[in-house]
């Protein structure tokens, strides 16, 4: 299947937006000076921890929620 110069495009304006997003995301919650190693590394380690936990995702989720409302505010 062929994908149109049109559809590539979008793909790739998305992608970027994608990767614009989780930087400033990455910066907002005092992470922007990490180490690419240190930051790779620690979001592979709470990606393990995360999956096999239920009571983590919520806590992590009611975590992000209120600082994501906390930025809205700002």
Do not use: F
Request: charge should be positive; proline fraction near 1%.
């Amino acid at each position: 299947m062929r994908v149109s110069a049109r559809e590539k495009n979008k793909n790739r304006r998305n992608l970027l937006r994608r990767r614009l997003m989780l930087g400033d995301t990455v910066i907002s919650t005092g992470l922007g000076d990490i180490e690419k190693s240190d930051l790779i590394g620690l979001l592979m380690d709470a990606r393990v921890r995360y999956i096999e936990s239920p009571t983590l995702r919520m806590t992590v989720r009611k975590r992000g929620q209120e600082h994501e409302r906390g930025e809205a505010g700002s």
